[in-house]
């Protein structure tokens, strides 16, 4: 394309005019400070603004794993239902929760209104039956409690047999032990003839809310025999077999043998020792013992130990109360 003469620049002109166009720019201290200061400002934006922009991505991305989260099933667990313990007739003993005599001897089955057998019986003023748990490895502190009235308290306190919070009338008349119960019954235990009892004291052996009668069977003086009766029903007291591993005796034997227990309302603590060293010592070995409402059951492993005579002669007592 042709240009005119008159609009073409000649080389000076246009040398000029570039020369007026980059004069203005000019670099100066005045301007870096500017420039730079601006830069400071944005580089103390940038990290607040980067760190709250963590923040909230954080959060969307909390929200989102809870909104996706699927929400668990709901379980409901039944728990199963309880033990259910029910009384059943006692079987293999006497009238009510068993029957043996001092010197260990166990006497047959019987029931209200049948010929009891030779030795201890219980007599009842009123008409009952004795039950319990016959169920072998099934242990309440209750058992049987389906023929008792409900007691008031547990432990019972001292003398308190039908469990009301009063303390029972209890005599001895020869082989008869009596008690006048505070609800109005009278129950009686009749001994072999010839047993020489003791005033009974009561107890309770097991924390059930009825204490049991410890009576010494034996003559005072040298190692007596105990027994143990404990209420089964209005009206009816029973006798609670002796293990033959663990009876409960007390005092000393001239052939150097020995025996005590102690109560308390977990049970009894029997010891049995027999003299070494021409009676300057004893053997004595130690069963821990629990009521099951009409048997006695040991606990753990009798343990022996020897000890001075001064020290073993005092466990040689029953301490009930």
Partial sequence: MNVPEQDQLSPEELSRLLRAAVEPVRPSAEGYQRIRAGVERRNRWRIPLLAAGGVAMAG????????????????????????????????????GAGSTDPNGSSHGP?????????????????????????????????AGSQT????????????????????????????????????GETA???????????????????????????????????????????????????????????????????????????????GVTVVAGVAVDGGQSYTVTTTTLR???DRWEAVGTPTSATMPAAEATPLFTADCG
Wanted: with cysteine; hydrophobic share 35%; proline share 12%.
């Fill in 60 to 95: 969307l991305i909390g929200l989102a794993v809870l909104l996706l989260r699927p929400e668990p099933k709901s379980v409901v667990v039944e728990p199963p239902p309880g033990l259910n313990v029910t009384g059943q007739t006692a079987q293999g003993s006497s009238t």
């Fill in 188 to 266: 009686r235990y009749d001994f072999p003839a010839g047993s020489a009892l003791g005033s009974p004291a009561g107890f309770d052996l097991d924390g059930d809310g009825y204490s049991e009668l410890i009576v010494r069977t034996g003559p005072a003086g040298g190692l007596a025999d105990y027994a143990v009766l404990r209420f089964v029903s209005p009206g009816v007291v029973a006798m609670v077999p002796d293990l033959p591993s663990a009876r409960l005796a007390a005092g000393a034997s001239s052939g150097q043998t020995a025996a005590g227990f102690r109560c308390s309302h977990d």
């Fill in 110 to 142: 019987s029931s209200p209104g049948s010929t009891p057998p030779v030795g201890g019986t219980s007599t009842p003023a009123v008409s009952g039956s004795p039950t319990g748990p016959t169920s072998p490895g099934v242990r309440t502190s209750d």
């Fill in 291 to 293: 009521l099951a409402f």
């Fill in 148 to 183: 008792r009235p409900p007691a008031s308290g547990r432990p019972a306190r001292d003398g308190d047999i039908d469990g009301d919070g009063m303390a029972d009338e209890v005599s001895v008349s020869g082989p008869t032990v009596e008690v006048r119960m505070s609800r």
